[in-house]
């Protein structure tokens, strides 16, 4: 069974810096391109970044660039999101992500991250 498990977020003060956690376990993590999303309050899903499985190549969203960096261990079978310089506008759910082909088709239950003073 494919699992994925978000850990780390919680309440920071704006400028300030959290890691999220991705435990998976179910499948051969080191094959499988993984990405973070994010849904803040209201609003519909926003991709934030994916590494690939392929010599670990990032991507990020325009807004995340500078701040945010994934990374992986695959030793771990565990995916991060260590983000940085944090703004009210980053409090959202965020959830990591399976990615096959062009589409996500597994997903984590999600962790909240509050930025607020």
């Known amino acids: 069974e494919v699992q994925l498990m978000e850990s780390g977020g919680g309440l920071v003060q704006p400028g300030g810096s959290l890691r999220l956690s991705c435990a998976t376990s179910?499948?051969?993590?080191?094959?499988?391109?993984m990405s973070w999303v994010r849904q803040a309050p209201g609003k519909g899903l926003e991709w934030v970044s994916t590494i690939s499985h392929i010599s670990d190549s990032t991507s990020y969203a325009d807004s995340e660039k500078g701040r945010f960096t994934i990374s992986r261990d695959n030793a771990k079978n565990t995916l991060y999101l260590q983000m940085n310089s944090l703004k009210p506008e980053d409090t959202a759910v965020y959830y990591c992500a399976r990615q096959n082909w062009y589409s996500y088709d597994y997903w984590g239950q999600g962790t909240q991250v509050t930025v607020s003073s």
């Open positions: 179910g499948f051969t993590f080191s094959t499988r391109t």
